[in-house]
């Protein structure tokens, strides 16, 4: 039983590691200080719609996250996306030399995060057999 309440407790907190950046789709004045780049003005119009596409993804895997936690149904969906979502950002930024401090510090909050989810599916994995 308990393996089941620390697995539930650990995707909602990834969930809300991912659904928090969502907020950036609403804020895009927020962009600079989550990413480290300038995405205001009329040079920028491009990026500023990619990167708050990209918050409104982060959101909805956060929301599969949070519904996997109490829907044990969705948990392996909801995992298997997440770490895909998070597993290929920090493939992308292992693969592009240059990038700023705040980009790597998503990354490592993504590499976090897997571990997290990995723990997860372990513990479910566990609670099952």
Do not use: E, K
Not at 13 to 35: C, D, E, H, K, Q
């Amino acid at each position: 039983m308990w393996l089941d309440r620390v697995a539930t407790a650990l995707l909602l907190l990834v969930g809300v590691v991912n659904l928090l950046p969502g907020f950036v789709a609403f804020a895009p004045s927020r962009i600079t200080t989550a990413y480290g780049v300038t995405a205001t003005g009329p040079d920028f119009a491009d990026l500023s719609v990619l990167l708050r596409h990209r918050a409104v993804l982060l959101g909805l895997i956060g929301l599969a996250l949070i519904y996997a936690a109490f829907t044990p149904s969705f948990r392996v969906p909801g995992i298997t996306a997440g770490a895909i979502s998070m597993g290929s950002f920090v493939l992308l930024t292992r693969s592009a030399p240059g990038l700023n401090h705040a980009t790597m510090r998503v990354a490592r909050i993504d590499i976090a995060a897997i571990m997290l989810l990995a723990v997860a599916a372990v513990l479910l994995w566990r609670h099952n057999t």
